[in-house]
């Protein structure tokens, strides 16, 4: 199922509160700038303060590309030193989170074409940074719209509590799965009992994100779930039960979910089904059984891992002079180099750093 324009806005009408607006661009989706920069961050849409490469703050907010290490790929980190973060994005980008976005899904067949596009567009409006154009491909299969379905998948599991996330570190010999909802139900309660998050779950990255938000209400009491998900996008085509049996195959995850906008049933009855309706509303149908692994890797430890994850992302709340304080002041010795940051977030609990990070706010 291609995704075009029309059917965009249909999925926004369906299934958000968004408000639906005419702008100098052409019809948008308006979000508050927290919400858009997600949205950004998840499907590469790019902030258009330049036409030609329209800034995205999609693959800056990663920490590793494996689970079970801690090895920093370039991203949230530069060779253990904080590069990416919201925060320091900030400072550079103050329009990143100031003002509602527009959200201005643009049909086109080439780059050449989609290039006079927005030199035009952007030419004759003022404030174009807070526009955020949603490149829609009409030359490709699905025109080009997987992280559309991960986001929308992100979302509705967002909403029952999970912390989500997409393009999943797990191994090199499996891939990223496109979307994961963990359940650590302890770790999301302590982590709303500070105050900084609203909503009953979140998507990971909102975790580096606290400093540029704040006076947040958080609602804790109904989040239950201690499942692990995962789940494999697809739109120009419906194959993807290998890729998501080898993600069950690591015994890691309770359920996995086929995302596709027009797949009617799962391929497997113990795949679920994550899909669109006749009217563009999300549906999920849930696996029949479970999927049996036959070598599976220690949930625990991945548990642990995920645990220890978190505190990476919290830790993006701070500068970089304030992270070697907050070191200076528990370690007694300065932080010197990557594995000192690593050894220190592992051994320090997420209360000091929510702690920590009240003080700054």
Same mark, same amino acid.
């Given at each position: 199922?291609?995704?075009? /324009?029309?059917?965009?806005?249909k999925?926004?009408?369906?299934?958000?509160?968004?408000?639906?607006?005419?702008?100098?661009?052409?019809?948008?989706? /308006?979000?508050p700038?927290?919400?858009?920069?997600?949205?950004?961050?998840?499907?590469?849409?790019?902030?258009?303060?330049?036409?030609?490469?329209?800034?995205?703050?999609?693959?800056?907010?990663?920490?590793?590309y494996?689970?079970?290490?801690y +090895?920093?790929v370039?991203?949230?980190?530069?060779?253990?030193? =904080? +590069?990416?973060?919201?925060?320091?994005?900030?400072?550079a /980008?103050?329009?990143?989170?100031?003002?509602?976005?527009?959200?201005?899904?643009?049909?086109?067949?080439?780059?050449?074409? =989609?290039?006079?596009?927005?030199?035009?567009?952007?030419?004759?409006?003022?404030?174009?940074?807070?526009?955020?154009?949603?490149?829609?491909?009409?030359?490709?299969?699905?025109?080009?719209?997987?992280p =559309?379905?991960?986001?929308?998948?992100?979302?509705?599991?967002?909403?029952?509590?999970?912390?989500?996330?997409?393009?999943?570190? =797990?191994?090199?010999?499996?891939?990223?799965?496109?979307?994961?909802?963990?359940?650590?139900?302890?770790?999301?309660?302590?982590i709303?009992?500070?105050?900084f998050?609203?909503?009953r779950?979140?998507?990971?990255?909102?975790?580096?994100?606290?400093?540029?938000?704040?006076?947040?209400?958080?609602?804790?009491s109904?989040?239950?779930?201690?499942?692990?998900?995962?789940?494999?996008?697809?739109?120009?085509?419906?194959?993807?039960?290998k890729q998501?049996?080898?993600?069950?195959?690591?015994?890691?995850?309770?359920?996995?979910?086929?995302?596709?906008p027009?797949?009617?049933?799962p391929?497997?009855d113990?795949?679920?089904?994550?899909?669109?309706?006749?009217?563009?509303?999300?549906?999920?149908?849930?696996?029949?059984?479970?999927?049996?692994?036959?070598?599976?890797?220690? /949930?625990?430890?991945?548990?642990?891992?995920?645990?220890?994850?978190?505190?990476?992302?919290?830790?993006?709340n701070?500068?970089n002079?304030?992270?070697?304080?907050?070191?200076?002041?528990?370690?007694?010795?300065?932080?010197?180099?990557?594995?000192?940051?690593?050894?220190?977030?592992l051994?320090?609990?997420?209360?000091k750093?929510?702690?920590?990070?009240?003080?700054?706010?």
């Amino acid at each position: 199922m291609e995704i075009y /324009k029309r059917d965009y806005f249909k999925i926004f009408k369906t299934n958000f509160n968004y408000e639906i607006v005419k702008t100098d661009l052409g019809e948008a989706v /308006k979000m508050p700038p927290r919400n858009a920069f997600i949205y950004s961050s998840i499907t590469g849409a790019g902030y258009l303060e330049n036409p030609i490469y329209p800034f995205t703050p999609k693959g800056l907010l990663k920490l590793f590309y494996n689970a079970f290490n801690y +090895k920093f790929v370039s991203g949230i980190f530069d060779n253990g030193v =904080l +590069k990416n973060t919201p925060y320091i994005l900030s400072q550079a /980008k103050d329009y990143l989170f100031n003002g509602d976005k527009y959200i201005v899904p643009v049909e086109f067949e080439s780059e050449k074409n =989609l290039t006079s596009l927005l030199k035009e567009g952007f030419d004759n409006i003022n404030n174009p940074e807070q526009y955020i154009i949603q490149r829609i491909e009409t030359s490709k299969q699905g025109n080009g719209m997987e992280p =559309l379905m991960e986001y929308l998948a992100a979302e509705y599991f967002k909403n029952l509590g999970f912390v989500v996330e997409n393009q999943v570190p =797990l191994a090199h010999s499996l891939g990223s799965p496109d979307f994961a909802g963990y359940g650590l139900v302890n770790m999301i309660q302590t982590i709303h009992k500070s105050g900084f998050l609203s909503g009953r779950g979140f998507h990971i990255i909102e975790l580096s994100m606290i400093r540029n938000f704040k006076n947040f209400n958080s609602d804790y009491s109904k989040v239950k779930s201690l499942e692990l998900l995962v789940g494999e996008a697809k739109t120009g085509t419906a194959q993807m039960s290998k890729q998501l049996e080898k993600y069950l195959g690591t015994g890691l995850f309770d359920k996995g979910f086929e995302i596709h906008p027009s797949k009617s049933k799962p391929s497997e009855d113990y795949f679920g089904l994550i899909t669109l309706d006749e009217d563009f509303k999300v549906t999920i149908t849930l696996p029949q059984n479970n999927f049996i692994s036959e070598n599976p890797l220690s /949930k625990k430890d991945y548990i642990q891992w995920l645990e220890n994850y978190i505190k990476f992302y919290l830790i993006a709340n701070f500068t970089n002079d304030e992270l070697k304080d907050f070191y200076l002041s528990l370690r007694k010795s300065p932080l010197n180099k990557e594995s000192d940051l690593v050894n220190f977030v592992l051994d320090t609990n997420i209360e000091k750093i929510l702690e920590k990070i009240k003080q700054l706010l």
